[in-house]
């Protein structure tokens, strides 16, 4: 890999890459930086996690003169990506006192607009708050030098090609446009041909993306039974700091009102919630918090947080790609992480297609039982008693204490404080998830297969049928996306959701038999 001072960038932004602790460019990087120097137009193929915000920030930065106008302009998906690439390019553009500006919904315009007014020069922005500017005449692209479309399939598939082409109306037919994708669709090739002069295409093949620090497992599991399997399984394996990927709104909400019953430090994010709540909810996960992480595919998409030591695909996603921005998420810098896929009967041929791509085999990981569950549960709950002990003014308690030894023995009360502290009956509290609509089957086009049995053959002399290792446990061993399919559309991330979220089609029905806790469709 070259080094960046091997590049052609000037010294003051080495020193800003070099305090931000960046030595050898990543490959997006190498390929990318030289071509924009140079002024052409880029393609680039290559997922999240790759370096691609400073493969064309430093390049723009190169450029940015001492005017006040707006030079450049990123085009993002989602909110977090946007503020992750303004502080990003803040960052390494601070020696230059470079001026960026984030323009996105769910935030006050008047403020954005005053900033405006005040002289920028690189605007990141999501496409419906940029439209919006544009039309209110509070935004100039007369002087835009550098337009980048950054997750640009992301941004086809949330509905904003409309508003992608306004944009690309609206900057000079003189510039430099460079787009980002990591699945080239017909639409991103049009795009590609009709508002672009002679692109450079870049591809990162997936095989450089994936890590060999990321422990890959999948569980074979029953529709019905993956919610249970899921918390028996974070029992067990007890993740510092997890993301569990679900594939709708109403998804989301359900798992994390399922994982907050069950006793999980859980919480969610999507398109349906306020800027301020789901700033709320990232900070607190990164302060550990909260330990889980309940997200969309689109939602998580920019989420940089250092320390997450597991992800867990609740549903397989439906793009293989997709897979690989979630893994993604967990084995950086140096550090090991662990992947968790759920699938069903017939989603098998998605987990095939996944392999495919990313050159791996997952490993089996057979579901822990309740009594494993338990049996973790209690080892928690004797290290948290011990740390009780240590710290514990027994002045402060010796009346109350003297009564309790004078009616229990210390076998007792030893094992009331673990019941106490482990709480088992959270881990059995009643709760039954909404069905959702199954993945279209790869063979027949829809759910099942034409039988309505699924995929029925075992790949390596019956590797899939169950069972397989026990991994996961973090002190011993290894510790071990379809998009938003019906939801995620553009009505719920700049503009604020008007709607409820998930595919109102597919409730469930309360099963007979015991008492059960049923999460209905939820409205925010």
């Known amino acids: 890999m070259l080094k960046f001072s091997e590049l052609g960038l000037t010294k003051d932004l080495l020193t800003a890459i070099e305090k931000h602790g960046y030595v050898e460019a990543t490959p997006i990087q190498e390929k990318t930086i030289p071509l924009t120097l140079a002024g052409k137009d880029v393609i680039g193929q290559a997922q999240t996690g790759t370096g691609k915000t400073a493969a064309f920030g430093l390049p723009i930065l190169e450029m940015i003169d001492d005017s006040k106008a707006v030079q450049a302009l990123v085009v993002s998906p989602t909110r977090e990506l946007a503020i992750q690439t303004q502080e990003e390019l803040f960052k390494l553009g601070r020696d230059k006192r470079v001026r960026v500006q984030a323009v996105f919904g769910g935030a006050d315009i008047r403020r954005q607009i005053d900033s405006l007014k005040r002289g920028v020069n690189i605007v990141v922005g999501t496409p419906g708050r940029l439209i919006d500017h544009i039309r209110r005449g509070t935004i100039d692209l007369s002087h835009v030098k550098t337009l980048v479309l950054d997750e640009a399939d992301e941004m086809l598939n949330m509905g904003f090609l409309e508003d992608i082409e306004s944009i690309l109306k609206a900057v000079p037919d003189e510039r430099q446009t460079l787009l980002f994708s990591a699945t080239m669709p017909a639409a991103i090739k049009r795009i590609g041909v009709q508002f672009m002069t002679n692109p450079e295409h870049i591809q990162i093949e997936a095989k450089e993306l994936t890590t060999d620090l990321v422990d890959q497992y999948y569980v074979r599991v029953r529709e019905p039974e993956k919610f249970d399997t899921l918390t028996r399984i974070l029992a067990v394996q007890e993740p510092e700091l997890a993301i569990l990927f679900g594939r709708t709104k109403r998804r989301v909400d359900e798992l994390t009102r399922g994982l907050e019953l069950r006793g999980f430090k859980a919480a969610g994010i999507h398109g349906d919630l306020t800027q301020q709540k789901r700033s709320q909810v990232l900070k607190a996960f990164k302060a550990g918090e909260i330990k889980i992480l309940v997200a969309t595919d689109v939602a998580a998409r920019g989420l940089d947080v250092s320390g997450v030591t597991h992800v867990y695909n609740f549903d397989i996603p439906q793009e293989s790609e997709s897979y690989v921005h979630r893994i993604g998420r967990t084995g950086r810098a140096g550090a090991h992480g662990t992947s968790v896929t759920f699938v069903t009967n017939s989603e098998l041929d998605y987990l095939k297609d996944i392999e495919k791509l990313t050159k791996k085999r997952m490993l089996a990981l057979k579901p822990f039982t309740r009594e494993e569950a338990i049996a973790a549960r209690m080892r928690t709950a004797v290290a948290s008693v011990d740390d009780t002990v240590k710290a ?133």
């Not at 482990?422 to 039988?451: C, H, I, Q």
């Not at 899939?464 to 379809?482: A, E, L, T």
């Not at 309360?510 to 409205?523: A, E, L, T, Y």
């Open 392 to 524: 514990i003014d027994k002045a402060l308690v010796a009346d109350q204490v003297a009564e309790l030894v004078e009616k229990y023995d210390a076998e007792t009360l030893a094992a009331a404080v673990l019941a106490a502290s482990a709480n088992v009956a959270e881990m059995d509290a009643d709760f039954t998830l909404t069905r959702e609509r199954p993945l279209p089957n790869k063979k027949y086009g829809r759910g099942g297969s034409r039988n309505g049995g699924g995929y029925r053959g075992h790949r390596d002399g019956g590797s899939r049928n169950g069972g397989g290792y026990r991994g996961g446990h973090r002190d011993g061993g290894s510790r071990g996306g379809r998009r938003d399919n019906d939801s995620e559309r553009r009505k719920s991330y700049d503009r604020g959701a008007r709607t409820g979220s998930g595919d109102r089609s597919q409730r469930g029905s309360r099963p007979s038999g015991r008492r059960q806790f049923v999460i209905r469709d939820n409205k925010d």
